[in-house]
């Protein structure tokens, strides 16, 4: 990306100077793949806070989120990690309160990972509201909680800025 050129002569110390830029040149774009990941993973962390955040409704906000980063020789994989236990009711929503209609899903993964509004558990999620006990003992009336797609949300950011990070990251 940008026009690196390595020249050499056929002498066997200019061969071997032109392999080591090579390995040189290979190392650094080792590196700039891991920092690529990083900076993209980056990008998905505001969106997926603010879109908890955002969400209606009664579900847990708390949550972690994290880079996961696996570095295997050539090859590096980075994951974004959203951890919590009220992340999927916020992703996919739970109950007609605040989302579509029972059977169908705001989210445009929904209905193909098998999360639809009222789907869940007994499926009272197909009420208006409905009560369950939580862990402390008490009854808790249920309205559900919003899909606000936050994991979503932050793919698409993500995917719309991967030339503008790859650019930037590649080019230096």
């Given at each position: 990306?940008?026009g690196?050129?390595?020249?050499?002569?056929?002498?066997?110390?200019?061969?071997?100077?032109?392999?080591?830029?090579?390995?040189?040149?290979?190392?650094?774009l080792?590196?700039k793949?891991e920092?690529?990941?990083?900076?993209?993973?980056?990008?998905?962390?505001?969106?997926?806070?603010?879109?908890?955040m955002?969400?209606?409704?009664?579900?847990?906000?708390?949550?972690?989120t994290?880079?996961?980063i696996?570095r295997?020789?050539?090859?590096a994989?980075?994951?974004?990690?959203?951890e919590?236990?009220?992340?999927?009711?916020?992703?996919?929503?739970?109950?007609?309160?605040?989302?579509?209609?029972?059977?169908?899903?705001?989210?445009?993964?929904?209905?193909?990972?098998?999360?639809?509004?009222?789907?869940?558990?007994?499926?009272?999620?197909?009420?208006?509201?409905?009560?369950?006990?939580?862990?402390?003992g008490?009854?808790?009336?249920?309205?559900?909680?919003?899909?606000?797609?936050?994991?979503?949300?932050?793919?698409?950011?993500?995917?719309?800025?991967?030339?503008?990070?790859?650019?930037?990251?590649?080019?230096?």
């Open positions: 990306m940008n690196r050129v390595i020249k050499c002569n056929l002498s066997q110390k200019s061969i071997g100077n032109a392999i080591k830029e090579l390995k040189a040149y290979q190392n650094s080792r590196d793949n920092v690529f990941l990083k900076r993209l993973c980056e990008l998905g962390i505001p969106v997926i806070d603010e879109n908890i955002l969400a209606q409704g009664d579900s847990d906000k708390n949550h972690n994290y880079i996961k696996n295997f020789g050539n090859y994989q980075a994951t974004l990690v959203c919590g236990s009220g992340i999927l009711f916020i992703e996919f929503g739970a109950g007609i309160h605040y989302n579509t209609p029972a059977g169908t899903s705001p989210h445009p993964k929904g209905e193909e990972f098998g999360y639809t509004i009222g789907s869940y558990g007994q499926g009272k999620g197909k009420n208006e509201s409905w009560v369950y006990v939580a862990d402390s008490e009854w808790v009336r249920s309205y559900g909680t919003e899909a606000t797609m936050p994991v979503y949300k932050a793919s698409v950011e993500i995917m719309q800025n991967i030339r503008r990070i790859a650019k930037e990251v590649f080019s230096a």
